[in-house]
C-alpha cells in the first residue's frame, strides 16, 4: 500500500520547487543558492532540509511529475516513442528553465535522469516486442533516448525559434528509420 504523504508536507515540497523554478527563469542555475530559495518560497532553512539534501535534490524531485506525465503519455500512444511530443512541449513551456539548465552544471544532474526516464519509458513500449533487426535492445533504448536528450540541448542552446511541433518532427525523422514498421513492433501495436 502507498503511504499518503501529509498535505503540508505537499505544500512545502511544491513551493519550495516552484521557487527554484521561477528562479531558473532569470538566474543560471549554478547561481541559485538554498537561500534564494528559501526567499522565494517564504520557508525557513529547517523546513528545506527537512525535505531536500541539498538544491539538486529539489531539482531531481520535481522531475518526477515529469516522469508520471511521460508516462500517462506513452500508455496512451501506440508508438515507442508516443512520449516525445509531450516532452518538447514540457521544454516548451520551461524553456527558461531548460535554458539555464543546459548552459550550466545543472544539466549534469538532470541529464542521467532524463536517459533513465527515457529509457525506462521505451523499455516499457518495447516488452514485449518483436525486434525484425540485430540491433540489441539496450542500444536501441539507448540511441532513442539519448538522441531525444541531446536534441533538446541543441534547441535550448541555440535558442531555435523551432516549435515543439517542429521539433519532435526533427526527432522522429531522425529515429524513424530504426524504429519504422519491420524494424520494430512496440507492445499493442497493430500487426
Not at 513551493?15 to 538566474?27: G, I, P, Q, Y
Not at 517564504?42 to 524531485?61: E, P
Not at 506513452?74 to 516548451?92: D, K, N
Not at 520551461?94 to 535554458?99: E, F, L, M, N, T
Amino acid at each position: 500500500m502507498k503511504k499518503k504523504v501529509d498535505r503540508r508536507i505537499q505544500k512545502s515540497r511544491k513551493s519550495l520547487h516552484v521557487a527554484l523554478m521561477n528562479l531558473m527563469k532569470t538566474t543560471p542555475y549554478d547561481e541559485i543558492t538554498v537561500q534564494m530559495i528559501l526567499d522565494g518560497a517564504n520557508a525557513g532553512r529547517t523546513t528545506f532540509y527537512d525535505h531536500f539534501r541539498n538544491k539538486d535534490h529539489l531539482l531531481v524531485f520535481g522531475l518526477e511529475e515529469l516522469e508520471r506525465d511521460l508516462r500517462k503519455a506513452s500508455e496512451a500512444e501506440r508508438s515507442l516513442v508516443g512520449f516525445s511530443s509531450h516532452f518538447f512541449a514540457h521544454a516548451r513551456d520551461h524553456k527558461g528553465v531548460y535554458r539555464s539548465l543546459v548552459k550550466g552544471s545543472g544539466w549534469a544532474i538532470v541529464r542521467p535522469f532524463f536517459q533513465d526516464m527515457f529509457s525506462s519509458l521505451i523499455k516499457d513500449r518495447l516488452t514485449g516486442a518483436r525486434l525484425g533487426t540485430d540491433v540489441p535492445e539496450d542500444l536501441l533504448k539507448h540511441f532513442l533516448a539519448s538522441t531525444m536528450t541531446e536534441l533538446v540541448v541543441w534547441w535550448m542552446e541555440k535558442n531555435s525559434s523551432l516549435s515543439h511541433d517542429e521539433i519532435n518532427e526533427m526527432y522522429l525523422t531522425l529515429v524513424m528509420p530504426v524504429i519504422k514498421e519491420g524494424n520494430v513492433k512496440p507492445r499493442g501495436s497493430r500487426t
